[in-house]
């Protein structure tokens, strides 16, 4: 079945970095457009970067821009999202998305989170 794993999150004190990371299997990933997203309590999910299925267009949110960087590896079915000068208003659950296009119609997977906190 299809499954998105997100790891890396954890505590970071402001002006840190992490790098979250999300491992997919159970479909055709390299053919998936990927894109990360996340929500802080009493907020709802907005969109933080998002990658074409090669890697060659990336987009990002503007509160992130500059920032966060997000690339993928197709031979290991991963996308990753590099966050440096984390600022406490990033705390959020981060989630994986994959869009995957078979014939005419679009689906959506999404990881079960991961938690980012970034405070002193």
């Known amino acids: 079945q299809v499954q998105l794993v997100e790891s890396g999150g954890g505590l970071v004190q402001p002006g840190g970095s992490l790098r979250l990371s999300c491992v997919a299997s159970?479909?055709?990933?390299?053919?998936?457009?990927m894109s990360w997203y996340r929500q802080a309590p009493g907020k709802e999910r907005e969109l933080v970067a998002g990658?074409?299925?090669?890697?060659?267009?990336?987009n990002y949110g503007d509160s992130v821009k500059g920032r966060f960087t997000v690339s993928r590896d197709n031979a290991k079915n991963t996308v990753y999202l590099q966050m440096n000068s984390l600022k406490p208003e990033d705390t959020a659950v981060y989630y994986c998305?994959?869009?995957?296009?078979?014939?005419?119609?679009?689906?959506?997977?999404w990881g079960q989170g991961t938690q980012v906190t970034v405070s002193s």
């Open positions: 998305k994959a869009v995957q296009q078979i014939l005419l119609h679009l689906y959506a997977y």
């Open positions: 159970g479909f055709a990933f390299s053919r998936a457009a």
């Open positions: 990658i074409t299925s090669a890697g060659g267009i990336t």
